[in-house]
T-cell receptor, first 110, second 112 residues
Framework: QQPVQSPQAVILREGEDAVINCSSSKALYSVHWYRQKHGEAPVFLMILLKGGEQKGHDKISASFNEKKQQSSLYLTASQLSYSGTYFCGTEQASARQLTFGSGTQLTVLP | KAGVTQTPRYLIKTRGQQVTLSCSPISGHRSVSWYQQTPGQGLQFLFEYFSETQRNKGNFPGRFSGRQFSNSRSEMNVSTLELGDSALYLC???????????FGPGTRLLVL
C-alpha cells in the first residue's frame, strides 16, 4: 500500500526550513528518502530502519517513528539546490519491496 | 565507480510491438529492481531480481517480464505494448536485497 506524503508541494525562500512527512498504515521495516530533479533519476538521500533512529547529513535529516509508522524529512536553511521532488519509499518486513509515495515538490526561491 | 547504466535512453514504439530494456548495475551490486514512473501513478515497483531469480513482483500484467544474467545485468521486456505503457522506466541496483538502491537515468518509452 502506497505511503502518504504531505505536503504535496511547498515553496520556500533560501534559508527557510521545511518538513516533509511520510506515513503508512502498515508496519514498516525501513523508510528510504530520495530526491529527484526534473529529467533526472532519483538520488538516494538516506535510509532509516525501524528503531526510531534519526539520520542526517549536511542540513538534511530524517526521523522514523516506528510506533506511528511515520517518517519526516527535515531540510534546514534550504538552498536553491534542494529544489526537486522528494519521495519516500517504504518497505514492510512482510513484503520486501519499496513502495513509493506520490512525492512532494519542493521549490526554493532566491 | 561507474553508476547504473540503462539502454536505450529513449525509445518510440507503436501499439502491439514489444520492447526490451537493459540495465547494467553498479559493479558488485547483485540486486536489480525495476520501476515505472508516470505523472499520474508516480513510481511503481515492477520487479526485483537477485542472483538471477525474480524475488518480488509488483502489480503489473504478465506482459511485463524480466530476467537477470549471471553478471547481474538485467533486462525487462514489455510485450504487446499499449498507449498506457508510455513512461520512464527506471532500474535501481543495490549490493544486497533491500539495501540502498541507486537509480539509473532511465529509459523513456513512448508508445504511439
Amino acid at each position: 500500500q502506497q505511503p502518504v506524503q504531505s505536503p504535496q508541494a511547498v515553496i520556500l525562500r533560501e534559508g527557510e526550513d521545511a518538513v516533509i512527512n511520510c506515513s503508512s498504515s502498515k508496519a514498516l521495516y525501513s523508510v528510504h528518502w530520495y530526491r529527484q530533479k526534473h529529467g533526472e533519476a532519483p538520488v538516494f538521500l538516506m535510509i532509516l530502519l525501524k528503531g526510531g533512529e534519526q539520520k542526517g547529513h549536511d542540513k538534511i535529516s530524517a526521523s522514523f517513528n516506528e510506533k506511528k509508522q511515520q517518517s519526516s524529512l527535515y531540510l534546514t536553511a534550504s538552498q536553491l539546490s534542494y529544489s526537486g521532488t522528494y519521495f519516500c519509499g517504504t518497505e514492510q518486513a512482510s513484503a520486501r519491496q519499496l513502495t513509493f509515495g506520490s512525492g512532494t515538490q519542493l521549490t526554493v526561491l532566491p | 565507480k561507474a553508476g547504473v547504466t540503462q539502454t536505450p535512453r529513449y525509445l518510440i514504439k507503436t501499439r502491439g510491438q514489444q520492447v526490451t530494456l537493459s540495465c547494467s548495475p553498479i559493479s558488485g551490486h547483485r540486486s536489480v529492481s525495476w520501476y515505472q514512473q508516470t505523472p499520474g501513478q508516480g513510481l511503481q515497483f515492477l520487479f526485483e531480481y537477485f542472483s538471477e531469480t525474480q524475488r518480488n513482483k509488483g502489480n503489473f500484467p504478465g506482459r511485463f517480464s524480466g530476467r537477470q544474467f549471471s553478471n547481474s545485468r538485467s533486462e525487462m521486456n514489455v510485450s504487446t505494448l499499449e498507449l498506457g505503457d508510455s513512461a520512464l522506466y527506471l532500474c535501481a541496483s543495490s549490493f544486497y536485497r533491500q539495501e540502498t538502491q541507486y537509480f539509473g537515468p532511465g529509459t523513456r518509452l513512448l508508445v504511439l
